[in-house]
């Protein structure tokens, strides 16, 4: 584990790897990481503006319990976004099949859940008035 993550930061490496790939797929898989970096980004700043827009929601702390969560789940896309960043450059270069993932499969089940529980406090709250 500490050899893959020793691995995101040595380029060097990077290059040791096989041969130099067609141009086009290292800068195709390098706008991928950059979406999914936006993304992290963008489940943070969701983070801090709950933090800091919300009311207080009931259930008590939810509000805290979101926040948290938009958080660390911004933080896991970040560094999910550099390790597939770096497994798929490596295939490029070995001509190998692109690893798969699941993890696009949960973050979009994670965020549709939580969507739902933020409906459910939504409705709870206005019926408590």
């Known amino acids: 584990m500490w050899q893959r ?3 995101w930061f040595d380029p060097q490496e990077m290059r040791s790897v096989g041969t130099t790939p067609d141009y086009r797929f290292s800068l195709a898989n390098e706008r991928t ?5 936006r ?13 800091q827009f919300l009311p207080t929601l009931s259930p008590r702390h939810l509000r ?3 926040s948290v969560a ?3 789940l911004g933080g896991a896309v970040a560094i999910r976004a550099i390790d597939h960043w770096a497994r798929v450059e490596r295939a490029i270069r070995l001509d190998e099949e692109l690893p798969a993932s699941r993890f ?8 549709g859940l939580g ?15």
């Open 5 to 7: 993550i020793r691995n």
């Open 104 to 111: 696009p499969a949960v973050l979009a089940v994670v965020v």
């Open 70 to 72: 938009l958080l660390l």
């Open 33 to 37: 990481f950059l979406a999914w970096l």
């Open 115 to 129: 969507a739902l529980l933020l409906v459910v406090a939504v409705v709870a709250g206005a019926i408590d008035g």
């Open 64 to 66: 805290e319990a979101i």
């Open 39 to 51: 993304t992290g980004l963008a489940l943070i700043a969701g983070g801090l503006a709950a933090a």
